[in-house]
């Protein structure tokens, strides 16, 4: 929604470049990974995910790579287009009995003509 | 095609009223959440179903209470209004652990006068 934005970090990009957001996640042993799109006045849109047991994983000009060590997840998205801007989050599930799941706050891709 | 769908866009009501939003998913999906979404935190996690007629808390619960007495069908309740809980709610709905994408509704932007 409009008002989620107004704390957000904002990444600024020519459109046709590549976009890289960035989240750092919060607890190692977190088990999976996924990467929301949040346009406004929608809801979340799933884009890609990834298990703790890879490194990087593509789809449709996004990628996602996992870097365990540091904690820190990306999202690239290749010839970044004007539809792609949005609220980027990630989130992270922890397994422990049962499945909880810790949403980042996001960061607002703006794409410029 | 994947559809979660919510009551209502926008609600206003005043404190003290009692408050019905009403989540419906076409996609058979045993597992329902309800989120709230605020302004420079992610998603937090209000209830869940892990399907008919089962409810566990989540990360707060505080002021609600929920209802699935149908599998499509996931109500959450805010049986006093406060101002505190004006926000943005999101509804979610997954298939049964194995398949982890959760699938998002619009949101219900609700105002608590």
């Known amino acids: 929604g409009e008002s989620v934005g107004l704390h957000l970090p904002t990444l600024s990009v020519q459109e046709g470049d590549n976009s890289i957001i960035n989240c750092a996640y919060s607890n190692s042993a977190s088990d999976y990974f996924i990467w929301y799109k949040q346009e406004s006045g929608k809801g979340p849109q799933f884009i890609i995910d990834?298990?703790?047991?890879?490194d990087k994983r593509q789809g449709q000009r996004v990628t996602v790579l996992l870097n365990k060590t540091v904690k820190h997840l990306s999202l690239q998205i290749a010839a970044t287009q004007p539809g792609d801007s949005a609220v980027y989050f990630c989130a992270e599930r922890i397994t422990s009995g049962t499945y909880k799941y810790i949403f980042g706050t996001g960061t607002r891709l703006k794409v410029l003509a | 095609d994947v559809k979660v769908t919510q009551s209502s866009r926008y609600l206003v009501k005043r404190t003290g009223e009692k408050v019905f939003l009403e989540c419906v998913q076409d996609m058979d999906h045993e597992n329902m959440f309800w989120y709230r979404q605020d302004p420079g935190l992610g998603l937090r996690l209000i209830y869940f179903?892990?399907?008919?007629?089962?409810?566990e808390k989540g990360d707060i619960p505080e002021g609600y209470s929920v209802s699935r007495e149908k599998k499509e069908r996931f109500s959450l309740i805010l049986e006093s209004a406060s101002t505190n809980q004006t926000s943005m709610y999101l509804c979610?709905?997954?298939?049964?652990?194995?398949?982890?994408?959760?699938?998002f509704g619009p949101g219900t932007r609700l105002l608590v006068l």
């Open positions: 990834i298990r703790s047991n890879m």
């Open positions: 179903s892990y399907d008919v007629k089962m409810k």
């Open positions: 979610a709905s997954k298939e049964y652990a194995a398949q982890e994408t959760q699938y």
